[in-house]
């Protein structure tokens, strides 16, 4: 997608703005963002471009907020006390414990940032090995999966649905498994 | 006893710049590789939500670590950002040692092997920033030296991991194999042409990005670009350093061919701007950075296409570092104004050009 300033540049900002009450989105180059920056005086630093993505991909939008402070509900990190308005500045994380309690924040972010949802790679040396080699298997496998139905190879699809299917719940049952062991 | 703590960069300035030292380069666009990797220690707080407490901590657990390990050579160098002079803060950033963010950040600290390859950042956004810098283009070495690093370490420390989002890091930019490789590109014939807009157009499909080394946005000094991944969820780091492998060997064949087209159509026009660039570098008295830069950058392109006889490339690679601010300032032994800083770029330059004259 092409930025809708300049349309020159390839769109990989998204931005959105609320004027008047009324939510605007749009996909700019990161120059054209840069210089918007500028002009509306809102900081859109790096980090803060991070932050934009998660308001994105939260479900209270930012004007219900501003109009009901009183209402607002914050998620905060149990473990390190990191609170979610200090994500959205900052687009940073206070621990390991932060990636599950903001999830549901940080899924699409993380769609819009990576090319994939699973990591698919090394491990540290001796620490859930078998967990980590089997999500690695599925990623390749949903990668597949893509694949088969963007040519239309719908039987191959269904074999491989069925896979993923087996192969995730394998993976839930061994992450639940590892967890009650180590409480 | 192996670190030695130092209270200032003199140790570094006494020995040449590693990454620019590539003799038996293949390729003179590609200046130098690198590959960083991220790594928090699990149970601590990142850095964001730490403080001195946990910051020292974590300092103190890295440096048991790195000591017992022995990753970076029997003797190595430690930095603490915060109790250097501000040209010494600059000199590590202008050898591309330390980033801005650990220099900003108080309870950081720097690790260096003697031969300046290899970094650890402490307590920058992360724990723990693992790098490996390379002359020319050396992707796959610099992944398998920092592989090392991190294993060595790994047996030492436990690091934040999970089985799905891999590798857990302050920014959620970072996750998965924490890797961010890249590589330093000279592209003056792609600037000249203005084919970086398509380039940082075409790159960013691929999830890649391609920026200015010191200069806003795409603008740069030098025409020196930096092309790095974007991902690191959803790709291992082999497939992440040969896509970005494939990418560069592109670009390079690119700039290469402008490069001959300029020799070829607008060969006056090459000549001119490269004489003028020579000119302005060997006789001005005062020499801001921009101008320095971008004059440097055409005289390593016209040594690259043999335009001239004897200067050699090495004393160009060595002015690109030494008219930094902070290199001038250490070389002066004082803190130099805005004006004094032109006025001693310029003698410098003079100096070292007059020794090693190509006429």
Known sequence: ?????????????????????????????????????????????PFHLAGLLYKLSGNQPAEQNENTPENKTE????????????????????????????????????????????????????????????????????????????????????????????????????????????? | MSEFEMENTDCLLSSPVNFLDDQNSTSPIVISSRVRLARNIKGMPFPPAGDICSASEVAAMVKEAVDLCKVLGDEYWSFTPSSL??????????????????????????????????AIMVNEEDHLRLQVVMPGLQLKKCWEDINVIDDALSSKLDMAYDGTLGYLTACPSNVGTALRVS???????????????????????????????????????????????????????????????????????????????????????????VGRSYGLL???????????????SMVRLGVDLGLFNSLDIQIVNELFVAVGTGHLQKLAMRELSEREQNAFRAQIVRERLKKNSPL
Not at chain 1, 8 to 30: F, P, R, W
Not at chain 2, 213 to 239: A, C, K, P, R, V
């Open chain 1, 1 to 45: 997608m092409l930025c809708e300033i300049c349309n020159k540049n390839e769109a990989t900002i998204h931005i959105q703005e609320i004027v008047g009450g009324k939510k605007k989105s749009m996909h700019l180059c990161s120059s054209c963002a840069a210089a918007r920056q500028k002009e509306s005086g809102i900081d859109f630093g």
């Open chain 1, 75 to 183: 998620l905060v990190c149990p473990q390190c006390s990191w609170r979610e308005s200090q994500l959205n500045s900052s687009g940073r994380l206070g621990c390991e414990n932060c990636y599950k309690v903001f999830s549901s924040l940080l899924n699409d972010a993380l769609k819009k940032m990576h090319h994939g949802s699973s990591h698919v790679g090394k491990q540290p040396s001796g620490k859930g090995t078998e967990l980590g080699a089997w999500h690695c298997e599925l990623a390749r496998l949903q990668k597949r999966l893509q694949q088969a139905i963007a040519e239309e190879n719908y039987e191959e699809a269904a074999i491989l649905r069925d896979k993923v299917n087996d192969l995730k719940a394998r993976c839930e049952k061994l992450s639940r498994q590892t967890e009650s062991g180590n409480e």
């Open chain 2, 85 to 118: 002079s501000m040209a010494d803060r600059l000199v590590l950033l202008e050898r591309r040692l330390a980033s801005s963010e650990l220099l900003q950040s108080v309870e950081a600290h720097l690790h260096v092997s003697r031969d300046s390859h290899k």
């Open chain 2, 183 to 273: 590589a330093m590109l000279h592209l003056p014939a792609m600037n000249m042409e203005k084919s970086i807009v398509q380039l940082e157009r075409a790159l960013a499909k691929l999830g890649l990005t391609v920026r200015g080394i010191s200069g806003e946005g795409s603008e740069s000094l030098g025409n020196l670009y930096q092309i790095s991944n974007q991902s690191t969820l959803g790709e291992g780091e082999t497939e992440i350093i040969s896509q970005l492998g494939r990418v560069i060997d592109q670009v390079i064949e690119h700039e290469e061919s402008l490069r001959a087209k300029l020799m070829e159509h607008r060969r006056n026009n090459l000549l001119d701007v």
């Open chain 2, 282 to 296: 060997r006789y001005s008295y005062l020499l801001t950075s921009r101008e320095a830069y971008n004059a440097l």
